[in-house]
Structure formats: C-alpha cells, structure tokens
T-cell receptor, first 110, second 114 residues
Framework: GIQVEQSPPDLILQEGANSTLRCNFSDSVNNLQWFHQNPWGQLINLFYIPSGTKQNGRLSATTVATERYSLLYISSSQTTDSGVYFCAVGSGGSNYKLTFGKGTLLTVNP | KAGVTQTPRYLIKTRGQQVTLSCSPISGHRSVSWYQQTPGQGLQFLFEYFSETQRNKGNFPGRFSGRQFSNSRSEMNVSTLELGDSALYLC?????????????FGPGTRLTVT
C-alpha cells in the first residue's frame, strides 16, 4: 500500500516563528488532507489539497503531486497552534480509505 | 450544518466484554469510515461503508465489525474485548464514496479496556 512519511516528527518553536511541515507519499494520490488534532482527539480539517496551493489565514499548503510531496506552512505561530499535525492521503479508485502519516508534534512556547 | 457526531464519547469496559460505538455522519453524506488511533500504531483504517455496504476493510481481526443503516448512520462493534483494544475510535464521513472526496471526522470515542 501507499506509504506516508511526515517530517519532522517533533518541532519546538517560539511564538511568532514560522514553520514548514512536510509530507512525502509513495504513489499518486487523488486525496490529500492536512489535519490538526486538538487536545481532545478530534481531527480538525485544515486543507483538502490533492494538488496546488491554498491559503487560510496564517496557514497555507502546497502539494506537488508529480514529485509526491506536500508542505504545510504556519506563519507567526501562536501557542494555540500546538498539537499534532497529520497528513493523510487517499489513493486508488476502489480503496476508499485514508492512509495517515505518523504526524508532527508541534509545540509553540510563549 | 451539524458535524459528525459520535456516541458515547468515553467508555470503560472489561476484558471479554463487547462494545458498540455509534456514528452519525454529516447530513447528506453517504460514506462512513472508521479508524482506530493508538500511541503505538497511529491512525489505522478499520472499514468503510457506503449505502449500507462494506466496501473496504482494514487489517483487523474478525472481532471488529460494523454496519451502516439506511439513514447512513453507522455502528461498529468489538466483541471479546482485549486490553490492546484500548484506543480512540474515530469516524469520518464524506459526500460520496470516492476516496477523492474530503473526509470529515467526528470527535471520537475513547475506549478503555481494563
């Protein structure tokens, strides 16, 4: 099956700093989503981005499907950005599932 | 529009018991998927349902089963609980069954097996 690798596994920042999270995948995809898992465990949708670039406030994402990677940018980080960020991909017309990376644990210190 | 809802939110069971978790998808969504999250294995796919049919199943033992009703609500059942079944169980829904459509997750059910 498709492999998803996220880097870095852990990231510690000072408030106000910028960061880039990376997601590499091993095959072509027709779905790529970025999630932020809140302290209670819910996965919050950040971006649905199988290709191209999107921006939402301080967050933006880029997926280069031909090179099989996606990047999540967080600018001017805030303590509320802390948590685990997951990349998940869907591949294949009859697969009907998302495959998740192991996540990046982001800690933003005041 | 209300999001995906899951009940119960927390559950404590004893080894050997069985448990049923419920998921109500976003209105109009017909595809429901289930995932298990543990610290050791991360997020793993359990199964997916569309129009009451299971179309894909992950690599879990037969103790894990599910079903979907005509109103798209879904339940999953775990029989003969083991300590290793302690996990966060997440349900997701999407408008259509194609994996190319955005998935939305519920708040999860945290199951503890003692």
């Amino acid at each position: 099956g498709i492999q998803v690798e996220q880097s870095p596994p852990d990231l510690i920042l000072q408030e106000g700093a910028n960061s880039t999270l990376r997601c590499n995948f091993s095959d072509s995809v027709n779905n790529l989503q970025w999630f932020h898992q809140n302290p209670w465990g819910q996965l919050i949708n950040l971006f649905y981005i199988p290709s191209g670039t999107k921006q939402n406030g301080r967050l933006s994402a880029t997926t280069v499907a031909t090179e099989r990677y996606s990047l999540l940018y967080i600018s001017s980080s805030q303590t509320t950005d802390s948590g685990v960020y997951f990349c998940a991909v869907g591949s294949g017309g009859s697969n009907y599932k998302l495959t998740f990376g192991k996540g990046t644990l982001l800690t933003v210190n005041p | 529009k209300a999001g995906v809802t899951q009940t119960p939110r927390y559950l404590i069971k004893t080894r050997g018991q069985q448990v049923t978790l419920s998921c109500s998808p976003i209105s109009g969504h017909r595809s429901v998927s289930w995932y298990q999250q543990t610290p050791g294995q991360g997020l793993q796919f359990l199964f997916e349902y569309f129009s009451e049919t299971q179309r894909n199943k992950g690599n879990f033992p037969g103790r894990f089963s599910g079903r979907q009703f005509s109103n798209s609500r879904s339940e999953m059942n775990v029989s003969t609980l083991e300590l290793g079944d302690s996990a966060l169980y997440l349900c997701a829904s999407s408008t259509r069954g194609d994996v190319g459509y955005e998935q939305y997750f519920g708040p999860g059910t945290r199951l503890t097996v003692t």
